[in-house]
């Protein structure tokens, strides 16, 4: 089945100590996007890739940074985790629908990674 | 600042009968709305797309869309406690290839 992976689902690290995130896709989607969610919010975009370019949020901290070396995966790299990076971090795909036969806005999430910062 | 608004809830409702969720959007121009579904430390399932005015059916799920009014519902027959999630009402804003997610509602189906 297509889908959207991501690895690892738990990930423990320390303060400070820098971690990356990944996200595959095999459902051939031309925009990846990552979000933070933290308990009881609303999923937090931090960027999104259309193809090879890259989107970046106004208010997305720098230690946060992203690469996209393919269509089928997507990194998510924290520099110096803090202890308010701990969330859950979703990575998500769209693109173009045949049902429709145009781009279709539909996002698909991956399972998640959780993160604890210790 | 666009913002999409829904009531946190709990929405508690009788197993069988009716739920109805609510969301607000303050973007005019937006073209596609969406519900997803989230369980408890679980990442969201779309359950529902709607681009045009009045109603859609899928299953036991139904979304309503009134532009005029900014105004995008979900209604869930027969509910089920299966059925006990956050659900997320997002919109697509603007030019960009990115979504707006409210906050969520949680609904809890009583047994």
């Known amino acids: 089945d297509a889908m959207v992976i991501q690895n690892p689902r738990y990930q423990v690290t320390q303060f400070g100590k820098p971690v990356t995130l990944s996200c595959s896709q095999t459902l051939n989607h031309n925009v990846m996007y990552w979000y933070q969610q933290k308990s009881s919010q609303a999923p937090k975009l931090l960027f999104h890739?259309?193809?090879?370019?890259?989107?970046n949020e106004a208010d997305t901290p720098d230690n946060f940074q992203s690469r996209r070396p393919n269509t089928s995966f997507c990194f998510l790299d924290i520099r110096s985790p803090g202890l308010g990076d701990a969330a859950m971090y979703l990575c998500?795909?769209?693109?173009?629908?045949?049902?429709?036969?145009?781009?279709?806005?539909?996002?698909?999430f991956g399972p998640g990674t959780r993160l604890t910062v210790t | 600042q666009k913002e999409v608004e829904q009531n946190s809830g709990p929405l508690s409702v009788p197993e069988g009968a009716i739920a109805s969720l609510n969301c607000t959007y303050s973007?005019?121009?937006?073209?596609?709305f969406f519900w997803y579904r989230q369980y408890s430390g679980k990442s969201p399932e779309l359950i529902m797309s709607i681009y045009s005015n009045g109603d859609k059916e899928d299953g036991r799920f139904t979304a309503q869309l009134n532009k005029a009014s900014q105004y995008v519902s979900l209604l869930i027959r027969d509910s089920q406690p299966s059925d006990s999630a956050t659900y997320l009402c997002a919109v697509k804003v603007g030019r960009d290839d990115k979504i707006i997610f409210g906050k969520g509602t949680r609904l809890h189906i009583l047994p």
């Open positions: 998500a795909t769209s693109g173009h629908s045949l049902d429709r036969g145009k781009f279709a806005y539909e996002q698909y």
């Open positions: 890739y259309y193809d090879k370019d890259f989107n």
């Open positions: 973007d005019r121009v937006s073209q596609s």
